[in-house]
């Protein structure tokens, strides 16, 4: 007789998903790529459903404050950078609500600052406030407050900030999505020799076999160093950091199950092996530096 138990359900986990500029609007017109966004927006539904905790990490308010006053590019000066954030952080968060609300899915904005961060106090305040907003079930918006942030808009990125929320709040997975499909060890777009990378173990030992000279798109800030900075950072406070291509979100779930089953969990029956969705996994530190440390790094 069939045995009438039911499989397990997966236990729930924190997962901080994080989007470029160039993936929520377009780089010659500005627009939102209402596309991707929802997309993404149902994936995170999705995760929710299955009990998980989510956080976004969304970059793109000066995208949204060109496409609002109808300029062509990003300006180098830093005061209308400033302007342009402050323009555009209002109606990207209301882009966001608007799509949420649609699947009845709370949100909530959340805007750091590096001193933010750097201060003990306010740190474990932010903290705080991400934990109980998602014990209640909310999916926090996290992104750097650009109006005020001097060094975030001339020297830095929304990787680094996604690594460090990532660590904040413990989470099992951080998601940088961007343009590639994973990490390679040159620019596919120039270089037709250039070979895809699945599993990295050690960040400091993968910068030899890569190229990492490629920026990101005009409007964003960040390229593939970011993004192996930003692991470097999440995989020492025991985060499994993947990049993926945003055009492959909803393959997200399939990419946790695939990870949790052959890489950081792997099983010995062999049998019904999980097909590998397009990603490169930056596997997590063994042994994971503590809150404090983690906080003086």
Known sequence: MASSKKAPKPLPMTIVIKLGTS???????????LTTLSSV???????????HRVVLVSSGAIGVGLQRMDLPARPKQLAKKQALAAIG????IALWDNLFSQLGQPIAQILITRGDIADRTRYLNAVNTLTELLSMGVVPIVNEND???????????????????SSMIKADYLFLLTDVDGLYTANPREDPNAQPIEVVASVSDIRHQVSTKTLGSKLGTGGMETK??????????????????????????QIIDYNNAHVLHPS??????????????????????PDLKLWTA
């Open 23 to 33: 993936s929520i609007v377009h780089e010659q017109t500005h627009k939102p790529l």
């Open 41 to 51: 927006v149902e994936c995170v539904a999705e995760l929710r459903a299955q009990g």
């Open 89 to 92: 952080q209002g109606r990207l």
């Open 147 to 165: 109006t005020v942030s001097v060094s975030e808009i001339k020297f830095g990125d929304n990787d680094t900030l996604s690594a460090i929320t």
């Open 228 to 253: 192996l900075i930003a692991a470097e950072i999440a995989t020492g406070a025991g985060v499994a950091t993947v990049i993926l291509s945003s055009q492959n979100v909803r393959r997200l779930t």
């Open 268 to 289: 010995t029956d062999p049998s019904n092996p999980l097909p590998r969705p397009p990603h490169t996994i930056f596997t997590p530190s063994i042994a994971p530096l």
